[in-house]
């Protein structure tokens, strides 16, 4: 059952929004050559604090922390630790925020330094397909909208959804219905107003197969091939469709495409 939105949730989901924009945008300013992932997570739990907030993931089935930061072939759910970013990298930084009891989630996949040109098609592709599967939220159009506009972008572009992984519906839970896949599904519902779902694309340059670490969270291509992933929190209200969880403070600091 899909939990509509009422006004006075929406006033709390676009504070959480609000909150975890700003958290993404103090991240974009420590990515750099040299940085200790562990570092982005102290940053983003103190953040959070400051704001008088609280992180979504961190004791979520025992999740042990603030962010998941996968680096190349890591594709999500990536525990940070102890690891210095290098020229050529990408990473994805994954975060929630709880703010009054409503989540919001969002995700960001950056450069570090000069990467390959395979890892900016890559991260160029995953960006359009999340901006352009935002595109078909419209209300009157169905849900599986979204992944099969998200899918056929992936396609074009010679790259792999990775199926295993999807958004989501989002409020007072993280994790609400519907699912929101990065492909085709016939029989979805409609979207109408009150809907706030998450919109996450998850692409990689090798075959999408993945598997689970041994700590039993993170997940990472069979093929170690590199992936990207970028989610933005959206809310659909009085007919129009609004991102919670901008990437403006992120772009203030960051250039993804140089
Ligand atoms: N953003 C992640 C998702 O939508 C949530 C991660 S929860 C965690 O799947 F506990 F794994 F961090
Ligand atoms: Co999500």
């Keep these: 059952m899909i939990i509509y939105k009422s006004a006075k949730d929406i006033e709390h989901l676009r504070k959480s929004g609000e909150i975890l924009a700003k958290v993404h945008g103090e991240i974009a300013k420590h990515i750099k050559v040299g940085e200790n992932v562990l570092n982005l997570d102290k ?5 959070i604090k400051n704001c008088g907030a609280k992180s979504s993931f961190l004791n979520y089935k025992g999740y042990p922390a603030t962010l998941c930061v996968s680096v190349n072939q890591e594709v999500v759910h990536t525990i940070p630790k ?3 970013l290098q020229e050529g990298d990408i990473l994805t930084i994954d975060c929630g925020v709880c703010w009054s ?28 397909a999340l901006r352009k599967g935002i595109e078909a939220i419209e209300v009157g159009n169905k849900i599986g909208d979204i992944g099969k506009v998200i899918y056929q972008i992936a396609k074009n572009a010679n790259l792999t959804v990775i199926k295993e992984f999807s958004g989501h519906g989002i409020g007072k839970f993280i994790h609400e219905n519907p699912d929101v896949f990065n492909y085709h599904t016939p029989k979805t519902d409609t979207i109408r107003n009150g809907l706030v779902i998450a919109v996450e694309p998850i692409f990689t340059t090798g075959n999408g197969k993945a598997w689970k670490e041994d700590d039993g969270w ?3 291509t069979e093929d170690r091939q590199a992936t990207a992933h970028f989610e933005q929190t959206i809310l659909v209200e009085k007919g129009k469709v609004e991102v919670l969880t901008p990437f403006t403070y992120i772009e203030q600091y960051f250039v993804l495409f140089q």
């Design 218 to 220: 993170t997940v990472i």
């Design 101 to 128: 009891g409503y989540h919001t989630d969002s995700a960001y996949t950056y450069s570090v330094g000069k990467i390959s040109e395979d890892k900016q098609k890559l991260l160029s592709v995953t960006y359009e």
């Design 43 to 47: 940053l983003a739990e103190k953040f």
């Design 82 to 84: 102890n690891y210095l």
